[in-house]
């Protein structure tokens, strides 16, 4: 039973290390330049925003091509949720919680939408396009219009309707 069991224990081993192994050839190793590109992370305060910009109007053709499938032409949701409405919904009965309603920064819709949009082709719109389509979904929600230019100066000072709307943390250390 002992030898049967450590048998199996490591053939397990092994198998995990030729998994591992290079010799299959499968993927490479990222470039500086990739790396670079990924590597960004955006505070509430617009730390971390890289350059580019983009209006609503710019927006409204590559939200229809990328986005309008699966969240639907107006944001309204589709195969996916929501982005727009639900404005006045939190305190409801069936609160509906779109970047309109719930979200409090507008720079945390940067960051997702360039970290994490397309679904299935993520990291694949330029700095330009992400700030479009940001501003694109602002415009729907009624938080900025058609023509504000969305940069890494501008998209900080959107004030989000549910911007101080959480509760912060009253614990020693944090915010």
């Not at 309109?100 to 719109?125: C, E, H, I, V």
């Not at 900025?144 to 009253?170: C, E």
Request: proline letters at 9%; glycine letters at 14%.
């Amino acid at each position: 039973m002992f030898n049967a069991l450590s048998t199996i224990l490591l053939l397990a081993i092994g198998g995990a290390i030729f998994a591992q192994s290079p010799k299959y050839a499968v993927g490479r190793a990222p470039t500086a330049e990739e790396v670079k590109s990924w590597d960004i992370s955006v505070a509430p305060d617009g730390t971390g925003l890289p350059e580019g910009s983009g209006t609503a109007a710019q927006g409204k053709d590559v939200y229809a091509t990328k986005c309008a499938k699966c969240h639907g032409a107006q944001g309204q949701g589709g195969d996916e949720g929501p982005l727009a409405g639900g404005q006045g919904t939190l305190r409801g009965p069936k609160p509906l919680k779109t970047v309109g309603s719930f979200w409090p920064y507008a720079t945390t819709l940067f960051d997702y939408t360039n970290r994490a949009m397309p679904f299935k082709q993520p990291g694949t719109l330029t700095h330009n396009q992400v700030y479009a389509v940001v501003a694109h979904i602002l415009r729907l929600n009624g938080i900025i219009g058609a023509h504000d230019v969305m940069n890494a100066k501008t998209l900080p000072q959107v004030k989000m309707p549910n911007r101080n709307g959480f509760v912060p943390d009253p614990r020693p250390g944090k915010k």
